[in-house]
């Protein structure tokens, strides 16, 4: 028996080792994460009905690299077909998985056609095809399901109920600044919950400053922050918040948001100010409903920022366009 034993983990062994010989290297590629060096991959979302019978395609990406920003401007390297090239797609590309970024509208007519995304990046080449298939139709539930607001599609009644958010940007959505001049930027946002929001936060900060009085030493963990995940799919901390981001440029420079914004790409990393990040705690609410945001800009040039209003589940975006002159040589300040 011992023998016999000893032959099956043998073999055991050797069909294990085997098993990791042969794996494809696309596969082991998979399991790689990367800090900068890879490319961006478009992604089809899938489709929205609209009132008047046309539809609206939704587009994301996946940015393999983990820190490097990528930007890609509109041309031969970043174009849609058919039709216009320029479908308001982003030229600059934030890490990791981005979804539900921007849309395009085709026609009620527009049948089997395809609408197709060609992205080059490191030199690689991929595609996006949106089409009108009844599989890839996109509802709330839908939408609040993949981007990890709701455990694989489960729903109750207030779920189903929750609408998108809507933000307004105060003062118009053109502005111009000199380079290193501060920019005040002013949100709005209205939705069906957050004046339940801003009374939960008012509870919780209560609780924890509570709890904090009583306790000597350190603070600790609860037991919910202590548990590990519980869900095979992305998971997300649901609550109200606005971030900005850049979206596009003609130039070579960076924004700087103060205080820093709250991200919307899925940063799955413990201690970033993520709502896909375990332990991460949201933000203040403000209670006049007005998120204000100072950005400064270190290069000239032309910024398309949007500003993204989150209920946790559901989102509405807005753009502004920022035009940043460059400071005069003699010292008078931006030209």
């Known amino acids: 028996m011992t023998g016999a034993r000893s032959a099956r983990r043998v073999l055991a062994t050797a069909v294990a080792v085997a098993g990791l010989t042969l794996a494809s290297p696309s596969s082991l590629h ?38 490097e920003e990528l930007d890609v401007p509109v041309g031969e390297d970043n174009f849609f077909s058919p039709g216009p090239s320029d479908r308001g797609q982003p030229t600059h590309f934030r890490p990791r998985r981005n979804r539900f970024v921007f849309m395009v509208d085709v026609p009620a007519d527009f049948g089997d056609q395809e609408m197709v995304w060609t992205l080059t990046t490191k030199g690689e080449t991929e595609r996006a095809y949106g089409t ?10 839908v939408i609040a399901s993949e981007t990890g607001a709701l455990g694989i599609g489960a729903s109750d009644a207030e779920t189903r109920a929750n609408s998108a958010p809507v933000i307004t940007v105060e003062g118009g959505t053109e502005f111009r600044v000199g ?17 339940r929001a801003v009374q939960d936060w008012k509870q919780r900060e209560a609780r924890a400053a509570a709890a904090a009085a009583e306790r000597e030493g350190p ?13 095979i799919t992305v998971q997300k901390i649901v609550w109200h918040h606005v971030a900005w981001f850049l979206y596009r440029s003609d130039g070579d420079g960076s924004p700087t948001f103060d205080p820093p914004q709250v991200k919307t790409w899925e940063d799955t990393r413990s201690g970033a100010n993520s709502p896909w990040a375990p332990l991460w705690r949201g933000t203040p609410i403000p209670e006049d409903g007005v998120w204000r945001t100072t950005v400064t800009f270190d290069e000239p040039g032309t910024y398309i920022l949007r500003a993204r209003g989150d209920d946790g589940a559901l989102y509405h975006d807005q753009d ?16």
């Open 132 to 141: 009108l298939h009844i599989d890839q139709r996109l509802d709330n539930i």
């Open 179 to 195: 380079v290193g001049q501060p920019l005040v930027l002013a949100v709005r946002m209205e939705d069906d919950g957050l004046e």
């Open 219 to 231: 603070p600790r963990l609860t037991d919910g922050q202590l548990r590990p995940p519980t869900r």
């Open 30 to 67: 998979a399991q790689i994460s990367y800090q900068r060096g890879q490319n961006v991959a478009p992604a089809y979302e899938g489709w929205l009905e609209n009132e008047d019978g046309s539809y609206t395609m939704v587009f994301g990406y996946m940015n393999r690299n983990w820190a």
């Open 320 to 335: 502004v366009r920022v035009v940043v002159r460059p400071v005069a040589s003699d010292g008078a300040g931006p030209r």
